[in-house]
């Protein structure tokens, strides 16, 4: 999935007020901001391999260090613990914890078997990405959801907390239909540096959040 995750943001603002919303991308996105640092160390690995399923062509090869059920496990408690630290908030840690266990969970659904347990174990996935529409579909009702929620928690305290989220809104709408309806990746080297990149997405995310105040 790509916009679920960010669903998965807004709508732990509800559950969190007080955690930013650049926290909650930071969590939801967190194994993906470790992929592609762990591919160009060639920790992992991912080919490009149009057809392999109908969504997406890339093929997951290995990646257990950012994507194994027991690594995602190991990366909420790290994440809770250092937020817990930072701020001594246990219940906004459980949730930043669950945030980050729940890229796993939509993984799942979405990916073929190709998600592992653990470094080395079996390979599991339901496979939604072989069905456009079902992907397509489900990912739109999660947005939608999930933005309904975060505009009955916060609200714009100025123009930049509206503007800023809109044009937010509308960048993960486009990167999402590009990635899914435009040409593969040229190469690995590239998607990985456009995964990184992913990385400014946590920064729009706490400046619209300096912008809008709780309901």
Known sequence: MFIGHFAVAFAAKRAAPRVSLGTFILATQWLDGLWPIFLLLGIERVAIRPGITRFTPLDFEYYPWSHSLAMTLVWAALFAAAYYWRRRDLAAAAVLAAAVASHWVLDWISHRPDLPLYPGGPLVGLGLWNAVAA?????????????????????????????????????????????????????????????????????????????????
């Open 135 to 215: 992907t397509l579909a489900t990912e739109a009702v999660m947005f939608m959801a999930a933005l309904a929620l975060y505009f009955r928690t916060t609200r714009a305290a100025d123009a930049i907390g509206s503007w800023g989220l809109w044009a937010f809104l509308a960048f993960l709408v486009a990167a999402y239909l590009g990635a899914a309806f435009g040409p593969p990746p040229p190469d690995v080297r590239v998607l990985a540096y456009t995964g990184l990149s992913g990385w400014l997405l946590v920064a729009w995310g706490y400046w619209i959040d300096a912008h809008r105040t709780a309901r």
